[in-house]
């Protein structure tokens, strides 16, 4: 069975830090460019960060930029969202998705292209 399972979320404080992982089941990742979305409650869902199947290339949105880091393990089949400096507005369900034939330009908010998405991790930012 092909999927991708999240992990690493929870409860921390304003400023505070979390690493989330995004690991493979069933298919090799490092064919793959990976994305995190997020969404927050009563809000769509929209795009984070994007890494190239190399990790040669990377995107994110301009409200984490230099906040957040995304990087990829593909000998653990494992990519990975360094979350630094949370704000209360980060909360939201993370969720991390594979496309074959991603690139990560500006188009890698379109949900359209992933074949593979997890189920969400909870990331709640609070004091």
């Known amino acids: 069975q092909l999927h991708l399972v999240e992990s690493g979320g929870g409860l921390v404080q304003p400023g505070g830090s979390l690493r989330l992982s995004c690991a493979a089941s069933?298919?090799?990742?490092?064919?793959?460019?990976i994305a995190w979305f997020r969404q927050a409650p009563g809000k769509e869902r929209e795009g984070v960060s994007c890494?190239?199947?190399?990790?040669?290339?990377?995107i994110y949105a301009d409200s984490v930029k230099g906040r957040f880091t995304i990087a990829r393990d593909n000998a653990k089949n494992t990519a990975y969202l360094q979350l630094n400096s949370l704000r209360p507005e980060d909360t939201a369900v993370y969720y991390c998705?594979?496309?074959?034939?991603?690139?990560?330009?500006?188009?890698?908010?379109?949900?359209?292209?992933?074949?593979?998405w997890g189920q969400g991790t909870q990331v709640t930012v609070s004091s």
């Open positions: 890494i190239s199947p190399t990790g040669g290339r990377s």
């Open positions: 069933g298919f090799t990742l490092e064919n793959y460019a």
């Open positions: 998705a594979a496309d074959r034939f991603g690139t990560c330009y500006n188009d890698y908010v379109t949900e359209d292209y992933y074949e593979y």
